[in-house]
């Protein structure tokens, strides 16, 4: 089982809603990470936090608004979302964050299946 | 050029066969490389790790990584069913992890 625990599971909203993805881990990782992945497609970076800091947004456009409140836990605040917005998000987590760290390994939680209505 | 390329498969193996997945990577200086295994409707999970060239073995799976060539594969020995999946191959480019498009492998009972 992943230590990566992400709610809710299943988010069904309103293009006028305003919502959030919670994301905790208890690994005591130090990098978490949010991904967006459409079907047959493999998953997409969207931010990377590190040590609690933004670290990478890859221009993700602002009805998309990460949160990280303390080093266990990530949300993404979600507004106005349009339907090609429907996907899986899924939240991550490593050690270290870095091409030269030797505990880049990522870890996915089960991800949050969102349709936008 | 793709970051990571696969084959998208399918890829049908028998059952207790050697499954062969291979991915190719296009930047040079790439110095960690991942294997994760995604079923339907489920997130990816962690196969293996590998940052030095040659084989890494755990279990049924090894992984084979040659820097020279920019190829890094995955056997799966001993085919089981429940190895049908999307295998996902992810290599880091800078700061990030990139995740190639995933072979679909079918193990045929």
């Known amino acids: 089982d992943t230590e990566v625990t992400q709610t809710p599971k299943h988010l069904v909203m309103g293009m006028t809603n305003k919502k959030s993805l919670k994301c905790e881990q208890h690994m005591g990782h130090r990098a978490m990470y949010w991904y967006k992945q459409k079907a047959k497609k493999p998953p997409e970076l969207m931010f990377v936090?590190?040590?609690?800091?933004?670290?990478i947004n890859e221009s993700v456009p602002s009805r998309f608004s990460p949160e990280c409140p303390n080093s266990s836990l990530l949300n993404l605040h979600l507004h106005a979302l349009q339907p090609e917005d429907s996907a899986l998000y899924l939240c991550?987590?490593?050690?270290?964050?870095?091409?030269?760290?030797?505990?880049?390994?990522?870890?996915f939680g089960e991800g949050s299946w969102l349709t936008v209505v | 050029q793709k970051e990571v390329e696969q084959n998208s498969g399918p890829l049908s193996v028998p059952e207790g066969a050697i499954a062969s997945l291979n991915c190719t990577y296009s930047?040079?200086?790439?110095?960690?490389f991942f294997w994760y295994r995604q079923y339907s409707g489920k997130s990816p999970e962690l196969i293996m790790s590998i940052y030095s060239n040659g084989d890494k073995e755990d279990g049924r799976f090894t992984a084979q990584l040659n820097k020279a060539s920019q190829y890094v594969s995955l056997l799966i020995r001993d085919s089981q069913p429940s190895d049908s999946a999307t295998y996902l191959c992810?290599?880091?480019?800078?700061?990030?992890?990139?995740f190639g498009k995933g072979t679909r492998l079918h193990i045929l009972p």
């Open positions: 992810a290599v880091n480019r800078d700061d990030k992890i990139i």
């Open positions: 930047d040079r200086v790439s110095q960690s």
């Open positions: 991550a987590s490593s050690q270290g964050w870095g091409p030269i760290s030797s505990g880049n390994t990522i870890y």
């Open positions: 936090y590190s040590y609690e800091k933004l670290s």
